[in-house]
Every structure is written in structure tokens, then in C-alpha cells.
């Protein structure tokens, strides 16, 4: 995949992470961009930047008619990064499960839902690529998360049976794992962590630009900052103590 032959889809692309990387794929010369997000008047201040080279979309990727519509509308793409992501603090036992259901609503089920009217559009261009947002949460489940470890369990899993079936289709499918980023999602989750301090935390600039480089080298799995790096090398070395620190974090 090269980002300068690129027409790219970013679902999310209002803010934090899938903000960074539509700015990044024009850094590197794609020539267009489909920004999406729920509420298209929060992309302004982004399609201000190249009008000429980003076009807004309005999707909410919960909802199966604008899914559908999305992928009339962007038929030209050829590299869909699924970054929408939804996170609810809690705990299982007695949280809200309205909240746990939005929260598999979206970042598996509404992730599944975009994929789905997607890959026969990036298949009819000739075949590209696919890049879900997942988390290094994945690894382990951290009680006070709620439902987003599961959420993103299940997408790693999703991620990795679809690879498989759209690799005959010319299109490969990249899993990321990031660990703490700089956005809202973040500020959201460590206000309500005790033991967070220590661990690095990466820019969304950073991350894009390592998110980039791994789609553009083809690796299967991403792990765009320095504490998902840590993580890699954890579950290398021993995945019981990686599951053990992440469901110890209070
Ligand atoms: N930041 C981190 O530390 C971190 C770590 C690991 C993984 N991730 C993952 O990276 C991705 C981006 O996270 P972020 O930190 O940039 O989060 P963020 O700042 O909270 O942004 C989340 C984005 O997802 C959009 N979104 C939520 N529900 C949606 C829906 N139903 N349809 C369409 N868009 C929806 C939001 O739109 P609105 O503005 O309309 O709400 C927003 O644009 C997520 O999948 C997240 O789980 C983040």
C-alpha cells in the first residue's frame, strides 16, 4: 500500500487519532481523503486545511442506512482505516448495560458493519487495504474498562478471520494496537485510573506517522507508541504477566 496512490477512509476523523492520520495521509501525498464522522460540521476546521483533497462524510457507523449510503458516496476508495471507537468505564457486574451495549454496538459490531460495505467497494478499485483501530486493552481484562477490552478482543479476532477471507480479494488487513494516546478517549479513561502514572503516552501526530508506516510496510499487526511496543514484548516474553498487569491497573 502506498499512501501517495491512496484514496483513504477514516472513520472518526473529527478528533484525536483519526484526525492525526487524515492529516498524515496528506502529508505523504494522498491524493484524496473521505473524512467521516457523525456530526460533519466538526470536520470544518480539518477539510479547512485542503479543501481541495479532503471530503467531509457524515457516518455513524451504527447506523446501517448512513453505512450504506457512505460507501455510495466514497466508491472510489482503496484504504479504509476503521478508527470510530466508543469507550464506557465501569464495571461489568453493575455498570449501566446500555452503556456495554453501545460500546460492542460500535466498535465491533459497527466496525463489522463498515467492513462489510466496504470491501466490495476497495475490491472494485483494484484492492488495497483495511486498518482497525483495536487497543493493546485487547491483551487483558482491565475490570474498571467496562466492556472496551472485550469490545476490542473480539475485533482483534474479527480482524484476524477477515484477513484471511479478503487476502483473495487483493486486500490485506492491518490490526493495531495502540497503547495510551493523547485524545479525549484517553483524558476520558485516565480520569478514572488510579495507577497510570509512569507509563508513556504518545501524541496522536506520533502515532498516525508510525500507524502510516506500518500500513504502508504491509505488517499485520501495528503497535504504534513506545508502552504498545512494551506490550509486544511482553506478550513475546510472557502473555500470562501482560493479562496480569493490564487487569491489575485500578
Ligand atoms: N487514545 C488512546 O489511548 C487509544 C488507545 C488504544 C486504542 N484507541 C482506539 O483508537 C481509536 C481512536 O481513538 P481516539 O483516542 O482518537 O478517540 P476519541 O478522541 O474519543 O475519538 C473517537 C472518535 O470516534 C468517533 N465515534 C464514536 N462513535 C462513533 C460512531 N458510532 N460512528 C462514527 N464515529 C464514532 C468519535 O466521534 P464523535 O466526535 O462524534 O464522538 C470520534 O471521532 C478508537 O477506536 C480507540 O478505541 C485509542
Redesign the pocket.
Known amino acids: 500500500m502506498r499512501i501517495n496512490e491512496a484514496v483513504a477512509l477514516v472513520?472518526?476523523?473529527?478528533?484525536?487519532?483519526?484526525r492525526a492520520l487524515v492529516t498524515e495521509f496528506l502529508s505523504r501525498g494522498a491524493p484524496r481523503v473521505h473524512a467521516?464522522?457523525?456530526?460533519p460540521r466538526?470536520l470544518e476546521p480539518l477539510v479547512a486545511e485542503a479543501p481541495d483533497r479532503i471530503v467531509p462524510l457524515a457516518?455513524?457507523?451504527?447506523d446501517p442506512a448512513a453505512v450504506t449510503a457512505a460507501a455510495e458516496a466514497a466508491s472510489d476508495v482503496t484504504l479504509l482505516v476503521n478508527?470510530?471507537?466508543?469507550?464506557a468505564m465501569g464495571h461489568l457486574l453493575d455498570m449501566d448495560l446500555a452503556d456495554v451495549e453501545a460500546v460492542m454496538r460500535?466498535?465491533w459490531l459497527?466496525t463489522l458493519r463498515v467492513l462489510r460495505a466496504f470491501a466490495p467497494v476497495v475490491e472494485r478499485n483494484g484492492g488495497g487495504a483495511v486498518a482497525n483501530?483495536?487497543?493493546?486493552?485487547a491483551f487483558g481484562g482491565t475490570p474498571a474498562m467496562g466492556p472496551y477490552p472485550a469490545s476490542?478482543a473480539a475485533l482483534a479476532l474479527l480482524t484476524q478471520a477477515v484477513r484471511r477471507d479478503l487476502a483473495p480479494r487483493g486486500i490485506t488487513v492491518h490490526g493495531v494496537f495502540?497503547?495510551?494516546?493523547e485524545?479525549?478517549?484517553?483524558r476520558?479513561a485516565t480520569g478514572h485510573l488510579r495507577d497510570v502514572d509512569g507509563i508513556p503516552v504518545a501524541s496522536?501526530a506520533d502515532a498516525a506517522r508510525a500507524i502510516t508506516d506500518g500500513i504502508e510496510a504491509g505488517d499485520e499487526e501495528i503497535f504504534p507508541d513506545p508502552f504498545a511496543r512494551e506490550i509486544r514484548e511482553g506478550l513475546r516474553a510472557d502473555a500470562k504477566a501482560v493479562e496480569r498487569l493490564l487487569v491489575s491497573m485500578e
Open positions: 472513520t472518526g476523523a473529527n478528533r484525536g487519532i483519526g467521516a464522522a457523525r456530526d466538526t457516518l455513524d457507523i451504527t478508527n470510530a471507537g466508543r469507550h460500535t466498535n459497527g483501530l483495536i487497543s493493546i486493552g476490542k495502540p497503547g495510551p494516546v485524545t479525549d478517549m484517553l476520558y496522536a
